[in-house]
T-cell receptor, first 109, second 114 residues
Framework: GQNIDQPTEMTATEGAIVQINCTYQTSGFNGLFWYQQHAGEAPTFLSYNVLDGLEEKGRFSSFLSRSKGYSYLLLKELQMKDSASYLCAVMDSNYQLIWGAGTKLIIKP | IAGITQAPTSQILAAGRRMTLRCTQDMRHNAMYWYRQDLGLGLRLIHYSNTAGTTGKGEVPDGYSVSRANTDDFPLTLASAVPSQTSVYFC?????????????FGPGTRLTVL
């Protein structure tokens, strides 16, 4: 079966750095997405990786290793507004997104 | 309209009733999707449409139907609602199916079936 695993919840301090891991097993691979979802709101796109390596976008970076079925999202200089759930999703061979349950990130002052 | 809209925002429904959730996008995206989101689970695909006039089944299609008469609209119908269909429903769209096409999400519909 297809499976996406990520931690349920993480806590970090304002101004610090946090890394959210995602491991996956899917039928085929056409890219990995990270989305941010604030409580009660819709998911919004953060990043897309299809090749191995690191993609940097401001305070957020995303890494992919296809051979290991592994990705992480790195958030730097954490702000209170970064408190949200972070969703990892893999596009399978049918071009459908398989979603993890999300990691709830709690930022403490 | 800017992006994707969904209606209603929330609804309480008696079991056995028929309900249509509406979704409209103004981005001229070819692909549209319906997901449900339940606590502790990832988003699950109900139905999708690659282009106007075509639809396909996702991971959890039973009890739901969709239509795609034009590019902009993608309604989701529950023919006879059951309590297990209590969930938050998100509509999404993307330019196409290719891997780098991010999906844009509507604000969601919170549905409670009693």
């Amino acid at each position: 079966g297809q499976n996406i695993d990520q931690p349920t919840e993480m806590t970090a301090t304002e101004g610090a750095i946090v890394q959210i891991n995602c491991t996956y097993q899917t039928s085929g691979f056409n890219g990995l997405f990270w989305y941010q979802q604030h409580a009660g709101e819709a998911p919004t796109f953060l990043s897309y990786n299809v090749l191995d390596g690191l993609e940097e976008k401001g305070r957020f970076s995303s890494f992919l290793s296809r051979s290991k079925g592994y990705s992480y999202l790195l958030l730097k200089e954490l702000q209170m507004k970064d408190s949200a759930s972070y969703l990892c999703a893999v596009m399978d061979s049918n071009y459908q997104l398989i979603w993890g349950a999300g990691t709830k990130l709690i930022i403490k002052p | 309209i800017a992006g994707i809209t969904q209606a209603p925002t929330s609804q309480i429904l008696a079991a056995g009733r028929r309900m249509t959730l509406r979704c409209t996008q103004d981005m001229r995206h070819n692909a549209m999707y319906w997901y449900r989101q339940d606590l502790g689970l990832g988003l699950r695909l109900i139905h999708y449409s690659n282009t106007a006039g075509t639809t396909g089944k996702g991971e959890v299609p039973d009890g739901y139907s969709v239509s795609r008469a034009n590019t902009d609209d993608f309604p989701l119908t529950l023919a006879s609602a059951v309590p297990s269909q209590t969930s938050v429903y998100f509509c999404a769209s993307s330019e196409g199916l290719a891997g780098d096409n991010e999906q844009f999400f509507g604000p969601g519909t919170r549905l409670t079936v009693l």
